[in-house]
């Protein structure tokens, strides 16, 4: 069974930064692509950043120059880093992951982890 677990999400002043983290666990061959998508109420889903094994990046119009996009591939973990943070960033943060297991090769997502930018 692979899954992605998210942690850093929190409330966080304007322009203040938090880091997110988004592990893939379980039986895998291998991890391709990963990424960031966010969610905000009454929105559809959208992405904010992915990157590809070999470390290229593309980031949305939004989150360029505030957002970093990484990963380490010996662990399986993207993270995004998040500066100059405003309330329009507020939403949910999803991690997605293109992942081959023994049988497959699947999008996974994880289960969302809640950013809010507020004073």
């Known amino acids: 069974q692979v899954q992605l677990v998210e942690s850093g999400g929190g409330l966080v002043q304007p322009g203040g930064s938090l880091r997110l983290s988004c592990a893939a666990a379980?039986?895998?061959?291998?991890?391709?692509?990963m990424g960031w998508y966010r969610q905000a109420p009454g929105r559809q889903r959208e992405l904010v950043a992915d990157?590809?094994?070999?470390?290229?990046?593309n980031y949305a119009d939004f989150a360029k120059g505030r957002f970093t996009i990484s990963r380490d591939n010996a662990k399986n973990t993207v993270y995004l880093q998040m500066n100059s943070l405003k309330p329009e960033d507020t939403a949910v943060y999803y991690c997605k992951a293109n992942i081959r297991s023994r049988f497959s090769l699947d999008a996974y997502w994880g289960q969302g982890t809640q950013v809010t930018v507020s004073s």
């Open positions: 379980g039986v895998i061959v291998r991890v391709d692509a």
């Open positions: 990157t590809t094994t070999g470390g290229s990046t």
